[in-house]
């Protein structure tokens, strides 16, 4: 694993930054992040950086924000 590489060199990782697709959120559960329902959010994976800490998941807001919009300018196109 990714991490576990990472965390023998020294690298510290302190987040996974990822959009919301459901490979990235089926990849978030096993890796023990909870992102689905709001009354049981665990936003930490179950194994920790070099320094021992948590290392959290971070959703790109920007990204999702951006395919929003490409979805409203589409959906314009297609309703004029």
């Not at 665990?42 to 790109?60: H, M, Q």
């Amino acid at each position: 694993m990714a991490v576990k590489e990472l965390n023998e060199t020294g690298v510290v990782v302190t987040n996974i930054c990822c959009d919301n697709a459901a490979s990235n959120i089926s990849m978030l559960n096993k890796l023990g992040a909870k992102m689905i329902d709001p009354e049981n959010l665990k936003p930490t994976i179950d194994l920790t950086n070099a320094e021992g800490e948590s290392i959290f998941v971070v959703l790109d807001t920007s990204h999702l924000i951006k395919v929003k919009i490409i979805i409203i300018i589409i959906f314009s196109m297609f309703t004029l």
